[in-house]
């Protein structure tokens, strides 16, 4: 699993696995849950990953629906 985002934005992250479950790409968000931990404040980002085999695939289209900026280093 290769990271893709990381954000604090869950909308943005929405958005990006939305665009991904449309393009058949498979991902895993995780830390969606750590707000329990937090106090629900937003404080702690959540992470998308999609497998190893898949990133290039999904930054291309990450960067064509222009999510690129959000994109972490590969």
Known sequence: ????????????????????????IGHLVLDQHMSVMEGSIGLLPRRLLVEGDQEDRARALLNQ??????????
């Open 1 to 24: 699993m290769r990271e893709l985002l990381r954000s604090n934005d869950i909308v943005l992250i929405s958005a990006v696995a939305a665009l991904l479950d449309s393009a058949g």
């Open 65 to 74: 629906a222009g999510f690129g900026a959000a994109l972490v280093d590969g």
